[in-house]
């Protein structure tokens, strides 16, 4: 495992500024609810107009409606998004993850179908892969799709499939076979496609956003096969290094560190100027190993191992700096606090425990970067 070093160069310093600068306009102070990280707000408009920027699908190539740019580039446009807290949760996995997939493993159709909409912003998807028995297992999935005359019929269960009420499109590992890791297969389904019934669950702080998804019957043609038959897992751990290596790990209380630290800079005691010197040291050291597996992704390389290092320290940096906060304020924040830093800071404490769970839990990482340092 090596994470090697770099910076940003003018060019991209530049395109920082930039976004910058549009979001000032775009998102001024109290004109959106304040979101943490990729659970920010599900906001359609603000999805097509930032794709109407171009920084949405950025690395995706230009025949589709992309921009032909760098992993890189993308970090910097999230950065930005995430500091603000902004509204992303619509476009949010399609521009991670999916878009990137599709574009690695579909078809040519799939790609003039679905990647335009994606780069405008316009398609919202969801990432199928939890059930009910199946978590950090995940190879053991049952949810099957059998073969029929001219496609696929599918009978099972999903569970906390993010955003799937809103979704478009949702992206599912199914079981096509019986052997553990050969006999899974990606599938892009419709949300709305007959027979499949998504209804939310009740997260902790009252949003719905999580779903449980019930196949019966549902039948899809080929043509939404994404990949071989036989290929999900392999394209699915591939993926891995997209959703467990970004910023998107360790920014999720970045707009409460912000205001915690603009209240704490009045009249700072010494305790907290150095819990303030050790988060922004701690963040720094961490946006230095996302930055670098982005230029590990615009090499062409998969990354998994380095990813989930990022992802199992960043989860933890990130509840750490909730429980400061915390301690800070002297008490438990009140969810009905007229204070909107009080409000999101008790939606926090709520809600990040889920932080080291999703995209794989911390005891799952462990396993993952020590196979992955044993391979070496
Ligand atoms: C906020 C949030 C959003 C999510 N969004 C999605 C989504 O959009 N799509 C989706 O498909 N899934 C999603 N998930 C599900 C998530 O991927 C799973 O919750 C996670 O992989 C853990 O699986 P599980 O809940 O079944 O727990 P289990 O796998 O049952 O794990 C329970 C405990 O046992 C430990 N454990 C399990 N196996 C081992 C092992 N081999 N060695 C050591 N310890 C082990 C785990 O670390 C954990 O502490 C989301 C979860 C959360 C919390």
Redesign the pocket.
């Known amino acids: 495992m090596r994470l090697t070093p770099t910076v940003l160069t003018p060019e991209e310093l530049a395109l920082k500024q930039e976004v910058s600068d549009w979001l000032d306009e775009r998102l001024p102070e109290g004109s959106y609810p304040l979101g943490l990280g990729m659970a920010g707000a599900i906001d359609p408009e603000f999805s097509k107009d930032l794709g109407s920027q171009g920084w949405i699908g950025m690395s995706l190539p230009k025949e589709y409606g992309g921009h032909g740019r760098t992993a890189v580039d993308r970090l910097i446009v999230v950065e930005e998004l995430l500091a603000r807290g902004a509204p992303v949760g619509y476009h949010w996995i399609a521009d991670r993850q999916f878009g990137p997939g599709i574009n690695a493993n579909g078809t040519e159709q799939q790609k003039k179908e679905l990647l335009p909409g994606i780069a405008a912003g316009e398609f919202s998807f969801?990432?199928?892969?939890?059930e009910p028995d199946s978590?950090?297992?995940l190879a053991s999935v049952r949810t099957r799709a059998e073969q029929v005359d001219g496609g696929w019929r599918i009978n099972g269960t999903?569970i906390?499939?993010?955003g799937a009420y809103t979704a478009t499109h949702i992206v599912a590992l199914l079981r096509t076979s019986e052997d553990r890791h050969h006999g899974l297969t990606q599938f892009i389904i419709d949300r709305h496609t007959p027979g499949l019934t998504v209804s939310p669950i009740e997260f902790i702080d009252g949003t719905k956003d999580?779903c449980e998804l019930s196949f019966v019957d549902v039948v899809i043609p080929d043509d939404r096969r994404l990949g071989a038959v036989g290929a999900g897992w392999s394209q699915n751990t591939g993926e891995l290094a997209l959703e467990r290596g970004g910023v998107d790990r360790w920014m999720t209380a970045m707009p409460l560190l912000e205001r915690w630290a603009r209240r704490e800079a009045q009249g700072a005691s010494a305790s907290a100027a150095t819990e303030l010197g050790t988060i922004t040291a701690k963040a720094w050291a961490l946006r230095g190993m996302s930055l670098s597996v982005a230029r590990m992704v615009d090499a062409g390389k998969s990354p998994v191992t380095e990813a989930a290092l990022i992802k199992e320290m960043a989860t933890r940096f990130e509840q750490q700096c909730v429980d400061t906060m915390v301690r800070y304020l002297g008490r438990p924040p009140r969810p009905d606090s007229d204070d909107p830093y009080e409000r999101l800071l008790a939606t926090a404490v709520q809600v990040n425990p889920?932080w080291t769970?999703?995209?794989?839990?911390?005891?799952?990482l462990r396993?993952v970067i020590s196979k992955g340092l044993r391979n070496q």
Do not use: A, P, V
């Open positions: 969801s990432i199928g892969m939890s978590g950090s297992d999903k906390w499939t993010t999580f889920s769970i999703r995209g794989g839990t911390n005891e799952i396993s």
